[in-house]
């Protein structure tokens, strides 16, 4: 018989160099191994193969320096740092300043940002930078980086200064020369340079770093929250592509079809002319080798309801690769269709090299939704890898709505977390737990994956639907997935959730906010009434684990393992109601953050005191291997890389980054940190 250990190594051999093409940084030597994008490589595995840090020692981790960014204004903690040429870079607080970090030390080197506009001002995304994109142009590093409003910047990577000769001077006091490029000017809407474009017509900023591929910077962008929106009107978030020498425009892609273009036919009412969003807040991923960038896109206008916009309304929620050189689409998939559940695609796609059982090597991509599915396609030509299925759904009963009658569910992997709620989802430790669960949803309307919203005073007499997973997910952006490119192994952080929506009139939604976008009222919006799941001994009203991390073997397609993550809060555990029952570990009920290495896997949360703690955890199995405890909790993801020999974590703790390694390493000052 097999065991699982060897099942996972077996695959390790024949990937080797594949894994070398699409991942530069097994080529280097321990004494430096860099984290060079968002996600370390262009598959976006967030993988390292640094090992000085082992089971053996992980207990001895401890702080070896720490940078706060609170004079920068941030808060967020959602910027991952890189590390590259021997110097760390991030972006930090609302005004989304540049910073490069010496490594050893945690000393600023220098920073760099923009003057203000009012179109940064106004920026829903504007702690939410997440990183940085970096190429080297003619032997020299460049930085390159989306502002909240919306300009894109390249910076000599030693110097922080503006590059020379890329993109155009902007009409705006204060501005440099050289440098930016005003990426409002290629959308094809009026605005004004400092003012923006006119809220009535939409808005568009920008939270994940660009991506530069062979020499072109592909730009993603992200609209104001759809659960924040009541009127119809908004801008498409259309990828755009800059050379990254000069800033000039290499292309646009049109995330809602124009007339003649592929898929204008799925939007209907002619929506396609004056609604928008669309865009692709989470990151994007790159097979550089073969020249595709991976756009994953959340849904149109409004979360929860699109009576205005009937259609599936392409490429809203979907998967989608372009030619990085001339943005035509190579292949598409939509996840889901005429989207009002807020299933935005949440995280960067992940690129794998497999060996699917009777096809041999394959190359893949798997795209991680909050709906808890795994969608995985052969990345060169959009083919899945196991196929995945039109079913049914729920019809809504909102007039005016119009949603696709089915929807597609992959037939492999398996869901990850919960899918729709039931009575068997409910917490049944005693029977009159289970009842109070009962009662407690009572005024909700339950149902399976994509139940549809109601609106108040519907003819069901329910006060609103509940949405499992709601939108925070299944997984979410804040706990990226990583893969191990080695064994094939995909690791899925996540949770179950409920979101209770309930639609209003667009009129009352819009009273909730001092500065909507659009101009037309909504028929409907999201309401503030929906109430919140309670359940009345203030325990979740499911059934435990609250949060977990599951490994799939994206070779097979079947589940390895699925563990609960950090300890049961205490909250759950020291509950009067639960005296005397052996309830186990639920899991935290977070979303946790993680890095891989050759070594490990990693991950943040808490123990049942509230002690943060970094988890190493065994691959193949599962195993808690070793803990350590850390000042905080790892807010978005973790990074780790080599530095003169010396292996770092770094946690995104706030407003702070947090440098973890072993003792014994020295600062720039020449002390132990």
Request: with cysteine.
């Amino acid at each position: 018989m097999t065991s699982r250990s060897e099942t996972f190594n077996r695959f390790k051999k024949p990937l080797l160099l594949g894994i070398l093409l699409l991942y530069p940084s097994f080529l280097q030597a321990q004494d430096t191994v860099e984290w060079t994008t968002l996600g370390n490589d262009f598959a976006h595995t967030r993988y390292s193969p640094a090992n000085e840090i082992t089971v053996d020692n992980f207990s001895d981790l401890e702080v070896a320096w720490e940078w706060d960014g609170a004079t920068l204004g941030a808060i967020s903690g959602r910027s991952t740092p890189s590390y590259i040429n021997g110097t760390l870079y991030t972006v930090a607080g609302a005004r989304r300043h540049v910073v490069a970090i010496d490594p050893k030390s945690g000393e600023t080197i220098w920073s760099y940002r923009l003057p203000n506009t009012e179109r940064w001002e106004y920026s829903m995304r504007a702690d939410y930078g997440k990183g940085i994109g970096y190429a080297e142009i003619d032997g020299k590093g460049v930085i390159y980086m989306i502002t909240p409003g919306f300009f894109l910047t390249a910076l000599d990577a030693e110097t922080g200064s503006p590059l020379e000769g890329f993109g155009q001077p902007v009409p705006i006091d204060g501005f440099p020369k050289t440098g930016v490029v005003d990426l409002l000017a290629d959308l094809g809407h009026p605005f004004d340079p400092y003012k923006g474009i006119p809220l009535e017509t939409g808005y568009i900023t920008g939270s994940s770093p660009p991506i530069v591929v062979n020499d072109v910077v592909i730009v993603g962008n992200s609209a104001e929250q759809g659960y924040h929106q009541s009127r119809i009107e908004n801008i498409p978030g259309d990828i755009l592509a800059y050379d990254a020498r000069s800033g000039e425009l290499r292309w646009k892609f049109n995330v809602i079809p124009k007339p003649g273009e592929y898929g204008h036919e799925t939007w209907e009412n002619d929506a396609w002319e004056w609604t928008g969003d669309v865009s692709s807040w989470a990151p994007i991923s790159a097979d550089v080798e073969n020249n595709i960038v991976y756009i994953p896109t959340n849904g149109a206008t409004i979360d929860y309801y699109g009576g205005f916009r009937p259609g599936d309304n392409l490429f809203g929620t979907s998967l989608i690769a372009l030619d990085a050189s001339t943005g035509e689409r190579r292949w598409h998939f939509q996840t889901v269709k005429h989207d009002i559940w807020n299933y935005d695609n949440p995280t960067a796609p992940i690129l794998l090299d497999l060996e699917l059982p009777g096809q041999g090597k394959v190359p893949a991509v798997a795209q991680v939704t909050k709906q808890s599915f795994v969608y995985a396609f052969n990345r060169l030509t959009g083919e899945p890898l196991w196929p995945i299925v039109d079913r049914p759904v729920p019809q809504s009963i909102v007039p005016g709505e119009k949603l696709s009658p089915t929807q597609p569910f992959p037939t492999k992997p398996a869901p990850f977390d919960i899918q729709g709620i039931d009575l068997d989802n409910l917490v049944d430790w005693t029977p009159e737990l289970r009842q109070q669960a009962i009662e407690a949803l009572a005024d909700f309307e339950m149902g399976p994956l994509f139940n549809p919203a109601i609106q108040r005073g519907n003819e069901l007499g329910k006060r609103a639907s509940l949405f499992c997973p709601g939108g925070g997910g299944g997984a979410n952006i804040t706990a990226p997935p990583v893969a191990d490119p080695v064994s094939g192994y995909l690791y899925v952080s996540s949770r179950s959730s409920c979101s209770p929506i309930q639609l209003v009139p667009g009129e009352e939604a819009d009273l909730q906010y001092d500065a909507p976008t659009g101009s037309t009222f909504s028929r409907y919006a999201n309401g503030p009434s929906a109430g919140a799941v309670r359940h009345p001994a203030g325990i979740p009203i499911w059934k435990p684990p609250y949060s977990r991390i599951t490994a799939i073997d994206m070779n097979t397609g079947e589940h390895a393992w699925v563990i609960p993550t950090g300890e049961t809060p205490a909250r759950v555990k020291n509950n009067p109601a639960l005296e005397g029952i052996d309830i186990g570990n639920t899991g935290t009920g977070n979303l946790v953050p993680m890095t891989i290495t050759s070594e490990m896997l990693i991950y943040s949360d808490v123990r049942t005191d509230g002690t943060p703690v970094l988890y190493s955890i065994d691959k193949a199995s599962g195993n808690v291997m070793a803990e350590a405890e850390v000042p905080a909790r790892s807010r978005y993801g973790m990074s780790t890389w080599v530095h003169q020999g010396h292996q770092y974590i770094i946690l995104q703790t706030g407003s702070k980054l947090t440098a973890m390694a072993l003792p014994g390493v020295e600062s720039s000052y020449g002390g132990a940190h």
